[in-house]
């Protein structure tokens, strides 16, 4: 009797838990911690595993031996490794629990290591450590607390300069420290008084003596400095005061320029030499509607390689200034190109690319051959990916008559699909179509399509479109989510009953927005109420994100953020809703998360709840990935069910 009472009584317990929105059905798996979340089906784990083991490799740097850095995951991390020629063994540096995806190397013929940065738990509070080759040893070159990043060699090897915010733990200044065992960092260039500045080195001028800096307000707003790395002084490259966009900036091979991929004089970045000494700019090469994302230039100045980015997809070029050649490298995959580096000799040129049905690789155009070698081979999975579907661009009309780009991976057989709507973050950012592994589980497994917008304040389409959800424009984004909600409507492949997003605030302001015409949403470490995040995201990224949404400190501005945040609408909010979210993260705070699914469930609403304790702002550990793509697809096939 005593057992059937407890019995009732906690039955009792669980159900008055779940109408106050309390925390239903927890439990912790490893790192994970899931509620609400059903169990496993081990035929869809065993399905989906198929697509989630392939492998990828991206490029880091040359070394000077003319082998190479490549970052690539053997285990259940990303770690370092070496290749030493094409399609050539992948020889494991470093063995942490911990990723690493950024390493540099000094190009000097008799360097001793190496350089690579790593966090802990998804913190980005990344280190610097250096890399000894002769014994494989490790040392600590930072603080071992605060956040450091863009290391940059100086040419003769011996010294490092990077930003660091140990100062206040908000601005972003620069030091410049030797390698030698037992010097200490020094800072070289620090804001004055209560400015809040964030620096970024990019690079040393042909003496070691100057350092070339930017100094970034927001994504449409930087400013170039030419800084002297012993004394500090600060000497402005432009002096108009003008504010521009920067993607990338160096010192030219001839010491007196620098060349820089800006939006100067235009809607898109396009590159230009800026003299020294007249601070005038000229153009090298001809104006496109679409935005140069990197570049870089050989060491003798013969070839200048950029990559122009077309609608989502990456154009790499190669100009040979000396035969005034344009030239094309053969054979690039169709799709997104990233990490573009000339070794020493300035006779190949290194990049990661990937494609639809291609994972990241590294490949090196041989300019003497013109000719492409692949030096990695990542493997795809037990799957054939060449029979992978390729995502089709195209373009839908919004609520005041633009056009919206948008990628849409389509299944098979003719339908009609549900759809998952998939709206990147940033939100300054833009969805370029890759190696999609989970995507093509969805349209060649479950038989759902897949919608890629870049919705308005997408980069790549120019400046202008980049300000249009601004500050008090922000809820202007989520209109054009439901215009392609109304093209979908229309669409005889799709059907309208059975749509989904997934993405992070616009996820969440999208099912306050349009729960009458969505099935569910998934929301993936996303802002749930703009003032809370204000107040508790890292404090070296809130001016940073003020700039994006606007300062909460203005009373009319806070009072439209809290109108438009998700977690004031809640009441609006009628379908499912799956919430993932990194404890760790410093951009937005686990408490972001939490706050949603809480008030959420206090509603009556189905949350279901996924948290790494390891991760940051998305899941980085594979068995972290996997557990989330998992969860997403069994959200998808149950919630798809007519």
């Not at 000097?108 to 000894?132: P, S, V």
């Not at 496109?288 to 100045?301: A, E, K, L, P």
């Not at 077309?310 to 997104?336: F, I, M, W, Y």
């Amino acid at each position: 009797m005593i057992r059937i009472f407890t019995l009732v009584a906690a039955l009792f317990s669980a159900t008055l838990a779940h109408a106050q929105g309390q925390v239903p059905q927890r439990q912790e798996r490893g790192n994970l911690i899931l509620e609400g979340i059903p169990a496993r089906d081990p035929a869809l784990t065993e399905r989906i595993a198929r697509y989630l083991n392939s492998r990828r490799a991206a490029f880091l740097d040359w070394l000077p031996e003319g082998g190479m850095l490549v970052a690539t995951r053997f285990a259940d991390t990303e770690q370092l490794h070496r290749v030493a020629a094409p399609l050539g063994m992948r020889e494991q540096l470093t063995f942490y629990s911990e990723p690493i995806s950024a390493a540099r190397a000094p190009q000097t013929a008799n360097a001793e290591g190496f350089i690579f940065l790593k966090d802990e738990g998804g913190n980005e509070n990344a280190q610097i450590y250096y890399y000894r080759n002769a014994d494989r040893s490790v040392r600590l070159l930072t603080d071992g607390k605060s956040m450091h990043g863009s290391p940059v060699w100086s040419h003769d090897g011996r010294r490092l300069a990077y930003y660091g915010n140990g100062r206040d733990g908000v601005s972003y200044d620069i030091y410049v420290a030797d390698i030698t065992p037992g010097a200490q960092p020094r800072l070289v260039v620090g804001a004055q008084g209560a400015q809040k500045d964030l620096w970024y080195p990019l690079d040393w001028s042909a003496d070691d003596q100057k350092l070339l800096v930017q100094r970034y307000v927001s994504i449409n707003e930087s400013y170039l400095f030419i800084v002297d790395a012993w004394s500090g002084i600060v000497t402005p490259l432009d002096t108009t005061g003008r504010k521009i966009g920067i993607n990338a900036a160096k010192f030219a091979p001839d010491g007196a320029g620098v060349i820089v991929a800006s939006d100067e004089d235009s809607e898109f970045a396009q590159l230009r030499y800026i003299d020294r000494a007249t601070h005038e700019s000229r153009q090298l090469v001809p104006d496109r509607q679409w935005d140069i994302t990197t570049f870089d230039i050989s060491s003798d100045g013969r070839y200048l390689a950029y990559v122009r980015n077309e609608d989502g997809r990456s154009r790499l070029t190669v100009l040979d200034n000396q035969s005034k050649l344009e030239l094309a490298p053969p054979n690039v995959p169709d799709g997104r190109i990233q990490e573009l580096r000339f070794d020493r000799a300035g006779k190949r040129l290194a990049f990661s690319a990937e494609s639809a049905q291609s994972p990241r690789d590294v490949y090196v155009y041989d300019l003497g051959r013109n000719a492409i070698d692949r030096w990695t081979g990542s493997e795809p999975g037990p799957v054939d990916a060449t029979a992978f579907v390729t995502p089709e661009l195209i373009h839908y009309p919004t609520w005041d008559r633009r056009n919206i780009s948008a990628y849409v991976y389509r299944p098979r057989d003719p339908g009609p699909h549900p759809a998952l709507i998939y709206i990147h973050g940033g939100p300054e950012s833009q969805y370029q179509p890759g190696f999609e592994p989970f995507f093509q589980f969805l349209a060649n497994e479950l038989d759902i399509a897949v919608i890629a917008p870049n919705v308005r304040g997408s980069s790549g389409y120019g400046k202008s479109f980049l300000k249009l959800d601004n500050g008090m424009l922000r809820d202007d984004s989520v209109k054009d989510i439901g215009s392609l909600l109304v093209w979908i409507g229309v669409q005889p492949a799709f059907d309208r009953e059975r749509v989904f997003v997934m993405g992070g605030y616009m996820s969440l302001a999208s099912l306050a927005a349009y729960s009458d015409r969505l099935r569910g949403a998934v929301d993936i470490v996303g802002i749930s109420n703009f003032v809370s995040f204000l107040n508790n995201t890292a404090p070296y990224r809130r001016d940073l994100r003020r700039a994006e949404y606007g300062d909460e400190r203005d009373p009319r501005i806070r009072n439209y953020l809290s109108r438009i945040s998700p977690l004031n609408n809640v009441a609006s909010m009628r379908r499912p809703l799956l919430v993932a979210q990194g404890m760790n993260d410093p951009r937005v705070p686990a408490s972001e998360s939490q706050q949603i699914a809480s008030v959420l469930r206090a509603h009556g609403g189905e949350v279901w709840y996924l948290a790494a304790k390891d991760e940051g702002h998305g899941f980085k550990k594979k068995p972290n990935n996997d557990a989330f793509y998992e969860t997403v697809a069994m959200f998808l096939e149950k919630f798809a069910k007519r």
